[in-house]
């Protein structure tokens, strides 16, 4: 089975960081931080096999863009799936107890050129 090209934006890059330092230095949970920022990635990881595993989105209008939502421990990854190009493209990391409606709308969704 072909695998899937994973990208992610520096924007959802930047929110795993925000997420890591905030437990490791605001909690200061450094091992806890490490062990989640390993469970995101590896989620990540995995989305090059089987990507649409993963529901859509119920939030409009980015359930009907085909962005995809992946729940990992207390976070939400979100992505969409191009098939022609086999390529998952990872758009935001967000705390499950966020406003997701007002997260995604800040969400950009691919890479500047």
Same mark, same amino acid.
């Given at each position: 089975?072909? @695998?899937?090209?994973?990208?992610?934006?520096?924007?959802? %890059?930047?929110?795993?960081?925000? !997420?890591?330092?905030?437990?490791?230095?605001? &909690?200061? =949970?450094?091992?806890?931080? &490490?062990?989640? /920022?390993? +469970?995101? %990635?590896? =989620?990540?990881? +995995? *989305?090059?096999?089987?990507?649409?595993?993963?529901? /859509?989105?119920?939030? =409009?209008?980015? #359930? +009907? *863009?085909?962005?995809?939502? /992946? +729940?990992?421990?207390?976070? &939400?990854?979100?992505?969409?799936?191009?098939?022609?190009?086999?390529?998952?493209? !990872?758009?935001?990391?967000? #705390?499950? $107890?966020?406003?997701? $409606? =007002?997260?995604?709308?800040?969400? %950009? /969704?691919?890479?500047? @050129?």
């Amino acid at each position: 089975m072909d @695998e899937y090209t994973v990208k992610i934006t520096r924007q959802a %890059e930047a929110q795993m960081a925000d !997420i890591f330092r905030y437990i490791a230095f605001t &909690l200061r =949970e450094r091992g806890t931080a &490490l062990r989640i /920022l390993d +469970s995101l %990635e590896a =989620e990540i990881a +995995s *989305l090059s096999s089987f990507p649409k595993r993963a529901a /859509l989105t119920d939030e =409009e209008p980015w #359930h +009907s *863009l085909g962005i995809h939502k /992946l +729940s990992v421990k207390n976070y &939400l990854i979100y992505f969409w799936v191009d098939e022609k190009a086999r390529k998952v493209q !990872i758009t935001a990391v967000i #705390h499950s $107890r966020m406003n997701q $409606r =007002e997260q995604l709308s800040k969400m %950009e /969704l691919q890479e500047s @050129e």
